[in-house]
């Protein structure tokens, strides 16, 4: 794939390959894998996985000195839409902004039926704090529902229970990249005309009822953290089918302007009449440019971050594999321990493609969380937990204002007893053997 823009003298390119071949050479100086020593070499939950071709893209992308979004980005967006079957694809700083961006677009008032203060949004207590944090933001009211035990997604049938005159949205998370329940949850939406956002930043490349996640709502996310399927170091994306959402997320990213030029649009603007714009009460027309619609944020990414994106999109498929190895390896080595702790599940309609593989040790067991992770951390094998567990139980969104639907005791039990390993494809066979060496060497002196 090349990604070069522009022309370049033969000097410029001579130049260029020479600098190439020398980051080839750095990258394998540097940083190409060591030999994994059981024990000593941490057992990393997510990480980075690169070769010297996203250094080489980064390298190129540093050398056009573009720094700002710019034809990487919007390659990016495009590859993205495409990889997604979705109309559009709009790169932002991180999956907590595109978050953000989705949310506040709903509430814009170029909709015909945008979300008001006060309105409901119906989402899961067990999660991310930034699936929850741009419903506060906006002034709309979180009704948090149960989780299913085993998938940690939202319980579809919590949603019926939860609806009131002020419900207008359900904005949901497929949980470590395990599909929710979409069959019920849409014929929900559609029977109460509510708006669907997913936020699939733990879920590229997850399938339900053989369709991608992302496309089945208004609006969906991506985060490209290090720790998520494919990487820009900070970055995010917002999809959606809809162009006339499309232009409200694009705008509410870029500083509220309405203009929507391109790296190279003409000067006339992509509108074709950038000059001939209007403000009500000013007799002359006005720039497109500085025209401003909505409150907006700046959420951009920069095109060294799309560089290394669309390096990484060619590898989604080799990453999926890989993760849903490691995650059947582990899933069939760990079933010995059912009895106490309560693997992950799935609907039969679901081909996740995994983020990690979340563990609950079962109330039962003789043993707490605590030790089991502390046995696996002091062996170098690293854990996390459930993010926020349930979230009204942290301290930032104790007191917010909101509704639940009974009293969360799945949301209770992932605070106290739930975390997950890892499945990333920085992990080979050796590296999964050894994770359930230690799991094997716990429950001989636990049980
Ligand atoms: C479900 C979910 N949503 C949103 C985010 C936020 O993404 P970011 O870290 O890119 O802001 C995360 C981060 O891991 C996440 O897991």
Known sequence: MSQDIGHRTWDEQTLRRRIRELVVEYYRQAHSSRPFVPGQTRVNYAGRVYDERELIAAVDACLDFWLTAGPRTEAFEQRLAKYIGLRHALMVNSGSS?????????????????????DEVITPAVGFPTTV????????????????????????????????????AVFLAHTLGNPVEMEPVMAFAREHDLYVIEDACDALGSLYDGRMVGTFGHLATLSFYPAHHITTGEGGAVLTNDSHLARIAQSIRDWGRDCYCRHDSPPEGACGRRFEWEIPGLDEPYDHRYLFV??????????????IGLAQLEKTPDFIAARQR??????????????????????EQAAPSWFAFPITVRPEAPFSRRELITFLEARNVETRLLFAGNIIRQPGYRHIPHRTVGDLPNSDLVLRSTFFVGVYPGLDQARIAYVLEVFADFFKRAT
Not at 100 to 112: D, N, Q, W
Not at 139 to 161: A, I, M, S
């Open 133 to 168: 944090a741009p419903i506060i933001q906006n002034n709309l009211l979180p009704v948090f529902v149960d989780c299913v035990l085993g998938t940690y997604n939202l319980d579809p049938e919590q949603l019926e229970p939860a609806l009131s005159e002020r419900t207008r």
């Open 294 to 307: 909505e409150i907006g944020y700046n959420l951009k990414m920069t095109d060294l971050q799309a560089a």
């Open 98 to 118: 595109a978050n953000l961006v989705a949310i506040t677009a709903l509430c814009s008032r170029r909709l015909e039926r945008p979300l008001e203060a006060g």
């Open 326 to 347: 490691n995650f059947e390896r582990l899933h069939e080595g760990l079933k010995p321990y059912k009895e106490f702790l309560l693997l992950p599940t799935w609907s």
